[in-house]
């Protein structure tokens, strides 16, 4: 099925492009962009874009390497007492 029609992209070119990035560094992080590079193509109108990326997403092998989720340590909560009290107009 073509995903792409100004390039002719079509939903087995995306998967394979993801096979051929995650083959070539499985801790690559897959965007759109380099999907187009690994074909050799560039989107022109971005119409495609939501489906493409839903496409993408949709691969078993899109999904961030297990071993790189999880690094950034978690924000911590602000307590409300903390929070610094609302701005008051000067009287
Ligand atoms: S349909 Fe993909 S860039 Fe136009």
Not at 10 to 31: F, K, L
Not at 85 to 90: G, K, S
């Amino acid at each position: 099925m073509i995903i792409c029609f100004c390039s002719g992209v079509t939903d087995s070119d995306i998967s394979e492009a993801i096979a051929a990035i995650r083959t070539s560094d499985p801790r690559a992080v897959i965007t759109p962009g380099k999907v187009y590079r690994a074909l050799g193509k560039a989107p022109r109108c971005g119409g495609c874009v939501r489906e493409f990326v839903d496409h993408m997403r949709s691969d078993e092998q899109f999904a961030v390497p297990a071993e790189l989720r999880g690094l950034r340590p978690p924000t911590p909560a602000v307590e409300p007492e903390a929070a610094e009290p609302p701005l008051r107009p000067a009287v």
